[in-house]
C-alpha cells in the first residue's frame, strides 16, 4: 500500500472531461489495491489566461514538483488562437516541461487487433505495429532563441532557431538504445541530416553512442522517408528516437495506425532507463478537440492508458499498471467504441460509457 500526491491539470476543450476519467480510473485502482491517491487540481492553458492572466502560473509549477506525477488534459481552443497573441494556452506545456526537466516524451504506439478493421490501412499493414516513440522534449525549434516577431523596414518577419546539444542527443540516444535493448532489439533514429546542421549533429552524437549498444541493430532515417513507412511498412519499427519537432509530427500520424488520436497516451519524463524516474508527466496525445468539447463523446482511451504509464513509471506500480491495461484491451476487445473508432453502422458509446466499462474491469 502507498500514498501517492498526483496533480491534476484538466486545462480546456475535451481536457476537462478525460482528465475526470483518469482521476475515477485512479480512485478505481487505489481501492482495489489499497493506495490513497491525494489529488489537487488547477489552471493551465486557456482556463488559466481567462482566471489569471497567464498560461502557467509559478504556484502550479511549485505544486507540480512538490507532487509524484502530474495527470494533463489538454489546453488550446479558438477563443485564444490569436496568432498575434502574447500569451497563449500552449505556453502552460511547454513551460512545464523545461521547469520540470521532462526531456523524454515516450509515446508508445500499438494497434489493438480488435481495430485493425477500423483502419484505412490494410490489415496485413498493421499486423505487429507496435512502436515506442522517445521524442525529445525541451530543445529544438520550441525552445530555441531566438523565437520572435519583428517589423524590420515595416515589413514583419519571424524566426524560429532549432537548437541541439551533445548532451540533450546523448541521453535521448542512451535511452533509445536502453529500451530497445529490452524490447525487439531495434533502433531507428529520425533526422535531416540532409538539409539541417541540428540533424546532422544528432547523427553524428547517435553513431558516436552506437558502438556501447552492439546488440541493438540501428538505422538512421530522414524524417521525409519515416512519414512514408509509417504508412507503408510500420511493423519494421521498434524504437524510434527523434527531435521535438520531427516527434511532434510523426507521432500524431503513428496514431492513425492505432485508429484515433483519443487511442494514445504519452509520458513525459526526466531519467534515463533503468533509472528510477520520478516525476513524470501524463497527458494523452488528442489535444483539446473544441469541436466536440462538451458533448461527452470523447475517447478516454488515451487518459486511461496514461493512468497505466503514470502507475508504471513515477509510482513503480506494475501490477496496477498492468491491470489498467488488462481493462482497456479487454473493454476495446468487447466490442464498445467511441464515435471517433466507430466503424458505420457501429453505435458509439459516450466518454462516461467506455470509461465505466474500463473501470468495471479494474475493479474486478
Request: include cysteine.
Given at each position: 500500500?502507498?500514498?501517492?500526491?498526483?496533480?491534476?491539470?484538466?486545462?480546456?476543450?475535451?481536457?476537462?472531461?478525460?482528465?475526470?476519467?483518469?482521476?475515477?480510473?485512479?480512485?478505481?485502482?487505489?481501492?482495489?489495491?489499497?493506495?490513497?491517491?491525494?489529488?489537487?487540481?488547477?489552471?493551465?492553458?486557456?482556463?488559466?489566461?481567462?482566471?489569471?492572466?497567464?498560461?502557467?502560473?509559478?504556484e502550479?509549477?511549485?505544486?507540480?514538483?512538490?507532487a509524484?506525477?502530474?495527470?494533463?488534459?489538454?489546453?488550446?481552443?479558438?477563443?485564444?488562437?490569436?496568432?498575434?497573441?502574447?500569451?497563449?494556452?500552449?505556453?502552460?506545456?511547454?513551460?512545464?516541461?523545461?521547469?520540470?526537466?521532462?526531456?523524454?516524451?515516450?509515446r508508445?504506439?500499438r494497434?489493438?487487433?480488435?481495430?485493425?478493421?477500423?483502419?484505412?490501412?490494410?490489415?496485413?499493414?498493421?499486423?505487429?505495429?507496435?512502436?515506442?516513440?522517445?521524442?525529445?522534449?525541451?530543445?529544438?525549434?520550441?525552445?530555441?532563441?531566438?523565437?520572435?516577431?519583428?517589423?524590420i523596414?515595416?515589413?514583419?518577419?519571424?524566426?524560429?532557431?532549432?537548437?541541439?546539444?551533445?548532451?540533450?542527443?546523448?541521453?535521448?540516444?542512451?535511452?533509445?538504445?536502453?529500451?530497445?535493448?529490452?524490447?525487439?532489439?531495434?533502433?531507428?533514429?529520425?533526422?535531416?541530416?540532409?538539409?539541417?546542421?541540428?540533424?546532422?549533429?544528432?547523427?553524428?552524437?547517435?553513431?558516436?553512442?552506437?558502438?556501447?549498444?552492439?546488440?541493438?541493430?540501428?538505422?538512421?532515417?530522414?524524417?521525409?522517408?519515416?512519414?512514408?513507412?509509417?504508412?507503408?511498412?510500420?511493423?519494421?519499427?521498434?524504437?524510434?528516437?527523434?527531435?521535438?519537432?520531427?516527434?511532434?509530427?510523426?507521432?500524431?500520424?503513428?496514431?492513425?495506425?492505432?485508429?484515433?488520436?483519443?487511442?494514445?497516451?504519452?509520458?513525459?519524463?526526466?531519467?534515463?532507463?533503468?533509472?528510477?524516474?520520478?516525476?513524470?508527466?501524463?497527458?494523452?496525445?488528442?489535444?483539446?478537440?473544441?469541436?466536440?468539447?462538451?458533448?461527452?463523446?470523447?475517447?478516454?482511451?488515451?487518459?486511461?492508458?496514461?493512468?497505466?504509464?503514470?502507475?508504471r513509471?513515477?509510482?513503480?506500480?506494475?501490477?496496477?499498471?498492468?491491470?489498467?491495461?488488462?481493462a482497456?484491451?479487454?473493454?476495446?476487445?468487447?466490442?464498445?467504441?467511441?464515435?471517433?473508432?466507430?466503424?458505420?453502422?457501429?453505435?458509439?458509446?459516450?466518454?462516461?460509457?467506455?470509461?465505466?466499462?474500463?473501470?468495471?474491469?479494474?475493479?474486478?
Amino acid at each position: 500500500m502507498g500514498d501517492y500526491r498526483i496533480l491534476v491539470l484538466p486545462g480546456d476543450g475535451i481536457g476537462p472531461e478525460v482528465t475526470a476519467e483518469g482521476v475515477r480510473a485512479l480512485q478505481t485502482v487505489g481501492a482495489r489495491f489499497g493506495h490513497t491517491f491525494e489529488l489537487s487540481e488547477d489552471l493551465v492553458g486557456g482556463a488559466a489566461i481567462d482566471a489569471h492572466g497567464t498560461a502557467l502560473r509559478q504556484e502550479t509549477i511549485d505544486a507540480a514538483r512538490l507532487a509524484d506525477a502530474v495527470l494533463w488534459g489538454a489546453v488550446g481552443g479558438p477563443q485564444w488562437d490569436d496568432p498575434r497573441g502574447s500569451v497563449r494556452p500552449e505556453q502552460a506545456i511547454l513551460g512545464i516541461r523545461a521547469a520540470l526537466g521532462l526531456w523524454a516524451n515516450l509515446r508508445p504506439v500499438r494497434v489493438d487487433a480488435a481495430l485493425v478493421g477500423n483502419s484505412t490501412l490494410r490489415p496485413e499493414v498493421l499486423a505487429g505495429v507496435d512502436i515506442v516513440v522517445i521524442r525529445e522534449l525541451t530543445s529544438g525549434v520550441y525552445f530555441g532563441k531566438p523565437q520572435e516577431r519583428r517589423t524590420i523596414e515595416g515589413r514583419r518577419e519571424a524566426v524560429d532557431t532549432m537548437y541541439y546539444n551533445e548532451t540533450e542527443v546523448a541521453r535521448v540516444a542512451h535511452l533509445g538504445f536502453q529500451l530497445a535493448r529490452g524490447r525487439r532489439g531495434r533502433l531507428a533514429s529520425v533526422d535531416k541530416a540532409n538539409v539541417l546542421d541540428t540533424s546532422r549533429l544528432w547523427r553524428e552524437v547517435v553513431m558516436e553512442i552506437r558502438p556501447q549498444y552492439p546488440d541493438v541493430t540501428y538505422e538512421n532515417v530522414l524524417v521525409d522517408a519515416m512519414a512514408m513507412h509509417l504508412i507503408r511498412r510500420p511493423a519494421a519499427f521498434d524504437v524510434v528516437i527523434t527531435e521535438n519537432l520531427f516527434g511532434d509530427i510523426l507521432t500524431d500520424e503513428a496514431s492513425m495506425l492505432a485508429g484515433s488520436l483519443g487511442m494514445l497516451p504519452s509520458a513525459s519524463l526526466r531519467a534515463g532507463a533503468g533509472e528510477a524516474t520520478g516525476l513524470g508527466l501524463y497527458e494523452p496525445i488528442h489535444g483539446s478537440a473544441p469541436d466536440i468539447a462538451g458533448q461527452g463523446i470523447a475517447n478516454p482511451i488515451g487518459m486511461l492508458r496514461c493512468v497505466a504509464l503514470l502507475l508504471r513509471h513515477s509510482l513503480g506500480l506494475e501490477a496496477e499498471a498492468a491491470a489498467v491495461e488488462a481493462a482497456v484491451g479487454a473493454t476495446i476487445e468487447s466490442g464498445l467504441r467511441t464515435a471517433d473508432i466507430a466503424a458505420s453502422g457501429e453505435r458509439p458509446v459516450s466518454t462516461r460509457e467506455m470509461a465505466d466499462a474500463v473501470l468495471g474491469r479494474i475493479s474486478g
